[in-house]
């Protein structure tokens, strides 16, 4: 956890704009995806997706509206994932108490914009798609989830 910190820290002082500094947004989000890597390998998907997330916002100050949704749709995966898992051990039928759905709503949303903005109608679908099947798979309403995403 340390590490992740550390390493977070670091990358975070690179992307700080100095006065006649060029912030690269390309090598913080290569050195964030490898994080996530890292992170995902320890088991730790909630950290992995906040890198995922950081390097989908490097990649929006590089224009890369694709690349990004693809970044947040992984970090949204990421704590879908983590979210079913923490469902099973817990055994616990609470669906006002899910750690996980609104930030991987969250990321999903954004994508979905994305693609929605860019006339990417198949992949905005399959995005719903995919989100309904986790909130049917947690017992979470989608009327629990607020979503102002829906109001373009």
Not at 38 to 50: K, N, V
Not at 57 to 63: E, I
Request: glycine share 4%; with cysteine; charged share 20%.
């Amino acid at each position: 956890m340390a590490s992740f910190n550390g390493e977070l820290h670091r990358i975070q002082q690179a992307l700080k704009r100095g006065l006649f500094k060029k912030v690269d947004h390309a090598g913080s989000a290569d050195e964030l995806l490898e994080l996530a890597a890292s992170m995902q390998r320890e088991g730790s998907a909630p950290h992995a997706a906040i890198c995922l997330r950081a390097a989908a916002q490097c990649q929006k100050a590089l224009d890369n509206p694709s690349v990004v949704a693809h970044h947040e749709t992984q970090a949204g995966q990421l704590l879908w994932r983590e979210e079913l898992q923490v469902a099973l051990i817990s055994n616990v039928d609470d669906s006002a108490f899910r750690e996980f759905v609104p930030e991987a709503t969250s990321c999903y949303l954004s994508a979905i914009k994305i693609h929605v903005t860019h006339e990417h109608w198949s992949l905005a679908g399959a995005l719903y798609a995919d989100m309904a099947d986790f909130l049917w798979a947690l017992g979470t309403p989608a009327s629990h989830i607020s979503t102002p995403f829906l109001r373009w």
